[in-house]
T-cell receptor, first 114, second 114 residues
Framework: AQSVTQLGSHVSVSEGALVLLRCNYS??????LFWYVQYPNQGLQLLLK??????LVKGINGFEAEFKKSETSFHLTKPSAHMSDAAEYFC????????????FGGGTRLMVKP | EAQVTQNPRYLITVTGKKLTVTCSQN?????MSWYRQDPGLGLRQIYY???????DKGDVPEGYKVSRKEKRNFPLILESPSPNQTSLYFC?????????????FGEGSRLTVL
């Protein structure tokens, strides 16, 4: 069975500071990994995905994530936070067997202080 | 505009009163799914469909029904709602049945069962 753990349900950073949102996964087969973002009163939208190509994945809005197999991690980073980055972020995992049946983490709410 | 549309967006109902949440996508996607979102638990899959007339249970199907009579529509039915079904519900779709591909989400339906 797959699982995702997001460390920190709430993360607060100052505008311009580094954003680091942590995600660790468990999967018995090579995983596909995703980060989704949810803005207030909206659905989730895809930020980026890892599907066994390059381990450093770049997404929209300046975010990127690095797949580290040895650490079973897929942390999300952004060098400089903007106020508009305030949202909830979800890490998710699947594999070729599970297909579209993603397992989501509990989410991390990012707050950006002026 | 490509989108997943859910209705209603907000609903307050009473225990036992049957309700349906509609979901429609205009992208000719094969795969559709329903999730519920609860604080700290992330998103959990209720039911999914890989094509017309093909549906299957997700992780938390108890108390819910679905149908897929047409490719574009995937309604979620609560035959006898209970307070523990108070939640935020999302419909999602993906182009291919087996994925893993990008999930496109609706804006959510917030349901309160009194």
């Amino acid at each position: 069975a797959q699982s995702v753990t997001q460390l920190g349900s709430h993360v607060s950073v100052s505008e311009g500071a580094l954003v680091l949102l942590r995600c660790n996964y468990s999967s018995s087969v090579p995983p596909y990994l995703f980060w989704y973002v949810q803005y207030p009163n909206q659905g989730l939208q895809l930020l980026l995905k890892y599907t066994s190509a390059a381990t450093l994945v770049k997404g929209i809005n300046g975010f990127e994530a690095e797949f580290k197999k040895s650490e079973t991690s897929f942390h999300l980073t952004k060098p400089s936070a903007h106020m508009s980055d305030a949202a909830e972020y979800f890490c998710a995992v699947t594999d070729t067997n599970a297909g579209n049946m993603l397992t989501f983490g509990g989410g991390t709410r990012l707050m950006v202080k002026p | 505009e490509a989108q997943v549309t859910q209705n209603p967006r907000y609903l307050i109902t009473v225990t036992g009163k049957k309700l349906t949440v509609t979901c429609s996508q205009n992208m000719n996607h094969e795969y559709m799914s329903w999730y519920r979102q609860d604080p700290g638990l992330g998103l959990r899959q209720i039911y999914y469909s890989m094509n017309v007339e093909v549906t299957d249970k997700g992780d938390v199907p108890e108390g819910y029904k679905v149908s897929r009579k047409e490719k574009r529509n995937f309604p979620l039915i609560l035959e006898s709602p209970s307070p523990n079904q108070t939640s935020l519900y999302f419909c999602a779709s993906s182009l291919r049945a087996r994925g893993p591909g990008e999930l496109f989400f609706g804006e959510g339906s917030r349901l309160t069962v009194l």
